[in-house]
């Protein structure tokens, strides 16, 4: 993306207004991804500001030549394993801290949401986590299964063999409920 390499090169240069925007542009889908491999909203948080702060201080050294968003998703795809690595994520679910508020149309379609998130997080805490970070990279960041196999230091293969089974357990794992 033109927007991505100008946003990198102010960024080297020291722009506070491209890692703003840069933020801007990224920290949804990041905690999204980060959400999605943790199944915890403040170890996501935590760990999206980890990866934000560590690259901002990297403004004089960066020299990125790829893509900027598979950059930030690997980084919080390695800030998640180092986490989990060490036992600090917790097992919490995103129901829990799920609020409905709004007249009462709003709830119900806010409730029906919150139940549908609740299970498709259920679901994903249950895959391996090899294959929900796959799923994810791919859906989330929508990254090639080229980049997520580089990350991961498989096979493209045996990417789209984790990313396949993957989704084949989420789709069993969703319709045995309804």
Not at 17 to 30: D, F, G, H, P, T
Not at 101 to 124: F, I, K
Not at 128 to 145: C, G
Not at 155 to 173: C, E, I, N, P, W
Request: aromatic share 8%.
């Amino acid at each position: 993306m033109i927007e991505d390499e100008l946003l990198k090169w102010k960024f080297k240069l020291g722009s506070q207004q491209a890692l703003s925007r840069i933020y801007e542009k990224y920290v949804s889908s990041l905690l999204s991804l980060a959400m999605g491999l943790l199944n915890d909203p403040h170890d996501a948080e935590d760990v999206v500001q980890d990866v934000f702060v560590s690259f901002a201080k990297s403004a004089g050294s960066f020299g990125l030549r790829g893509s900027l968003k598979a950059y930030l998703a690997t980084s919080v795809v390695n800030r998640a394993r180092d986490r989990l690595r060490r036992g600090h994520a917790s097992q919490r679910r995103l129901g829990k801290y799920a609020t409905v508020t709004g007249n009462p149309g709003e709830a119900d379609q806010s409730l029906v949401y919150s139940e549908r998130c609740e299970r498709l997080s259920v679901a994903l805490a249950e895959l391996p986590y090899e294959q929900r970070e796959a799923v994810l990279l791919k859906v989330k960041q929508d990254m090639t299964l080229r980049q997520i196999a580089e990350l991961q230091g498989v096979s493209v293969s045996t990417v789209h063999g984790r990313y396949r089974y993957g989704l084949d357990k989420l789709r069993a794992l969703l319709d045995s409920e309804i």
